[in-house]
């Protein structure tokens, strides 16, 4: 973008932040904690100002309409990046849990250095899946629960979380939901303030996230994964890039500034790219998501190893968002979670480094371990060791490691895991085994006086 733009698009944001803020009327905030809002220079600063608002929520002096507002101005704020992160390393990697999507759907084979090979024709997900979801059990009561049912966090789950809910509800009619996808950074303030039950988050938790959650509570949070992701790179259908495919290296030299992974400058034009005609002079257009976002925090990771996005780098608050700006500009690049490919958009292959192959975001290659972006998607949830979650909660989580729960998952476009991996997951909420005593040592006999005798 224009950097003339770019700076009218952060001046009538802070302009905005600034009505909502007197809208509000928060005078709970002070003019310096105002001020950060609007000059947050961080993911921690803006992760701090988001668990201010949730507090302020929390002790009434926000109303939730007022505290949403804030919280999604916040999401789609340009805030800068900076070099320092504080996220965790990875969770282990799934595939060993899992089996292949489909003997019918094998991952292409392909050689380093050559064009991607063209995908099959991709089934309907109840039947893709079918030997996935028949390891799963079906779902059952243990009883009809009622009460209210609240989600705050990831984005990228949003959808999954929205058709869970409803679909969770059907078998407990009576039960209330209160629902909310603003992005990963909310779900862990929304626990520690009390305000729901169930935190999505597209990543795992970061360290200064434990260490709150562990302030609040005395024990860190739970997180299950309940669903299998692939970070897409999407191109316009028009785009050659999608036939030819692009390697971590460039990715990160397209998105960032810092170019970690070698390149000794910015990829700007898709010419460097080896596209030739029209497209050798055209601007690379690049969108990402917002740094309330976990698939931000996830990217910039995990391809730019933790370096610092671009400043011309167009920030989108949602995935559906950031996809649909992507498939109304020819010359964009976007990442975004799979399960918000549509027709508009075409996905371009990666391969992990010059001369490996190049793959596309398959169920396949992510439940192979191959595909390079590839994560799962989580429900984080406040657990006391040695306790058993609170019956609502256990029902829902027993419904999305159900067949019916990963359907819902399979149906908004992200791949379901089966009955081992579930279990895995699910034995995460049983209390720690009691520590088995040492077997005590053997008495020594007491010796006799004919022993001690002369001595």
């Known amino acids: 973008m224009n950097p003339i733009l770019q700076n009218l698009r952060q001046t009538l944001w802070f302009a905005g932040a600034a009505l909502v803020l007197a809208l509000a009327g928060c005078i709970a905030l002070s003019p310096e904690t105002a001020k950060q809002l609007s000059s947050a220079s961080s993911a921690a600063d803006r992760d701090a100002e988001i668990s201010r608002i949730m507090a302020l929520r929390a002790q009434g002096k926000l109303t939730d309409e007022q505290a949403l507002q804030i ?23 799934i595939a060993a849990s899992l089996p292949p999507a489909s003997a019918a759907h094998p991952a292409a084979a392909q050689q380093p250095g050559t064009a991607p090979v063209a995908s099959p024709a991709v089934a ?11 390891t799963l059990p079906a779902y059952s009561p243990k009883q009809v629960v009622e009460g209210r049912l609240r989600s705050i966090g990831s ?14 509800q059907r078998f407990h009619p009576k039960l209330q939901i209160h629902h909310e996808g603003k992005g990963s950074s909310t779900a862990i303030p929304g626990l520690v303030e009390g305000m729901c039950d169930i935190g999505p988050m597209s990543r795992p938790t970061k360290a200064a996230e434990n260490t709150r959650f562990a302030e609040r509570y005395g024990h860190p949070p739970v997180q299950l994964r309940v669903a299998l992701d692939t970070l897409a790179i999407y191109v316009h259908p028009d785009n050659p890039i999608a036939h030819q495919g692009l390697t971590m290296a460039q990715l990160d030299a397209v998105f960032s500034s810092t170019r970690k992974s070698g390149y000794s400058s910015d990829l700007l034009t898709w ?16 969108h990402i998501r917002n740094q309330a976002s976990g698939t931000h925090a996830f990217f910039r990771e995990h391809v ?27 010359y964009a690049i976007g990442f975004s979670g799979i399960g918000y490919k549509t027709a508009g958009v075409a996905t371009v292959p990666v391969a992990a480094q010059d001369g490996a192959p190049f793959l596309d975001a398959s ?45 819902i998952v399979a149906d908004e476009g992200y791949y379901p895991v089966n009955g081992s991996l579930a279990a895995v997951e699910l034995a995460k909420l049983l209390p720690a085994p009691s520590p088995t005593p040492a077997p005590a040592a053997p008495s020594q006999p007491a010796a006799s006086p004919a022993s001690t005798a002369g001595k």
């Open 363 to 407: 169920a396949d290659n992510a439940y192979a371990g191959t595909y390079p972006i590839t994560r799962g998607l989580f429900l984080t949830i406040n657990i006391e060791p040695g306790s058993a979650p609170a019956p609502l909660l256990d029902e829902f989580l027993r419904f999305m490691f159900s067949r019916e729960g990963q359907q």
């Open 155 to 168: 984005d990228t789950m949003d959808r999954v979380m929205a058709s869970a809910e409803t679909g969770f």
């Open 124 to 134: 309907a997900p109840s039947a893709r899946f079918a030997a996935i979801l028949a």
């Open 304 to 330: 730019l190893g933790n370096g610092d996005y671009r400043k011309t780098d167009i920030e989108e608050s949602g995935s559906e968002m950031l996809v649909d700006a992507v498939a109304h500009d020819r």
């Open 271 to 286: 010419g460097q790219l080896g596209l030739g005609g029209d497209w050798a002079s055209s601007p690379i257009d690049v």
């Open 71 to 93: 919280i999604g101005a916040l999401a789609s704020a340009p805030a800068k990046t900076t070099g320092q992160s504080s996220a965790a390393p990875e969770a282990a990697p």
